[in-house]
C-alpha cells in the first residue's frame, strides 16, 4: 500500500497538520519537530500528494471550470474544448487540477456557481458565459469568490472576464476584402439578437464605412444562424440582378449553406464571389468551396485565462475585463 501522511505523521509522533505544515514550510513549526518530520518522510520515502500540502493552506489546489455537458455540446460550443485544454495547461503547470462541473442540470441558472462557492471545492472558478446571471454575478462579488467568466457578460458588473473582440474580427475581415479589391460585399448572420454577430457585423460594417463603402440593407441577412435560411438567403443575394462581389459569413454553420448555394449556381472562389467566413470549427477545413477564414485562437484565450485566474488567486483584489487574442487571416 502506498505511503500516506498519516503513515509520516505517526513515525515522527506529531499531527497530520504538523506534517502538512512541515510540507508547507511554515515557520511556527520547531527545527526539532521539523527535522523529524523530514527524517520519517525519508525513512518511509514518502512523496506528498496535492491535497497533503494543500491541507495546511486551506486550499484545495483545484479550480472549477462550469459548463454545459450536454449530448452534442461540441457541436453547440464547439471551441469549449479548446479554451478548456488552455486553460489545463497553465492550471497543471502551476499544480492545480481542473474539474468539470456540469451546469445543464442546474434547476435555476446559476446554481452549480452557488454550489461550488458554498462547498468551499475550489480555490477558484471559470465559468462559461451561458451559466451566468445578474442574480450570481452579484453574488460571485458579494463574496468576492475568485473567478474569470469566459464571454463578456452582456450586462454591466464587477465580475472578472475575458472575451475575443468580434467587432475587431469583422473590421478584419472587412479590411481584407477591401485589401483584395472587394467592395461590394454582403454579410449574413445570425438573430439580430445574437450578441457574436451583432459585434461582428458592427465591425464590419464600421470598417467598410471608414474606407468609404456603403452597405446597403438588402446586402445585409439576418437568420436563425442555420443551414438552410443561410441558403436560402445566400441564393437571394447571388441571384440578384446586382449580385454582391463577396459574402462574410458570421459563423461556420451559416458558411455551410452559403457553400451550398456558391456550388449550386456554379461560381467560383475567388474568381466569380470571395467567400469569408469567422473561425476555423467545426467545418471551415472541410468546406468546399474553401473559404478565408478569420480566426480567433481560442486555445490561446484559455490559457490567458488561466493565467488570469492565477494571478487573481495571489491578489484577490484584481479587476480584470479584457478582450485578448487578436484574429488572423487564414487565407
Known sequence: MPITIGDVAREAGVSISTVSKVLNNWTTISPATAERVQEAIRKLDYTPNSRAVSFARQATRNIVYLTSLNKDEAYHNPHMFDIMCGVNRVLSGNNYSLTLVDTSADTEKGESVANVMSKKCADGMIIHGSAINKEIADLITRQQFPHILIGHPGFDSQLCWVDTNHALAGQTAA???????????????????????????????????????????????????????????????????????????????????????????KLRVPEDIAFVIFDVYPYSKILDPKPVVIDINVYDMGIQAGDMLLRKLKNPSLQIQTYTTLPTINA
Open 175 to 265: 479590411e481584407y476584402l477591401i485589401s483584395c479589391g472587394y467592395g461590394d460585399v454582403a454579410f449574413i448572420g445570425g438573430k439580430k439578437t445574437d450578441y457574436i454577430s451583432t459585434q461582428r457585423l458592427k465591425g464590419f460594417l464600421g470598417a467598410m464605412h471608414q474606407y468609404g463603402y456603403l452597405v446597403g440593407a438588402d446586402k445585409i441577412c439576418y437568420t436563425d444562424s442555420g443551414r438552410e435560411e443561410s441558403y436560402q438567403s445566400a441564393l437571394t443575394l447571388l441571384k440578384a440582378a446586382k449580385p454582391p462581389r463577396a459574402i462574410v459569413c458570421e459563423n461556420n454553420t451559416l458558411a455551410l449553406g452559403t457553400a451550398k448555394a456558391i456550388d449550386q449556381l
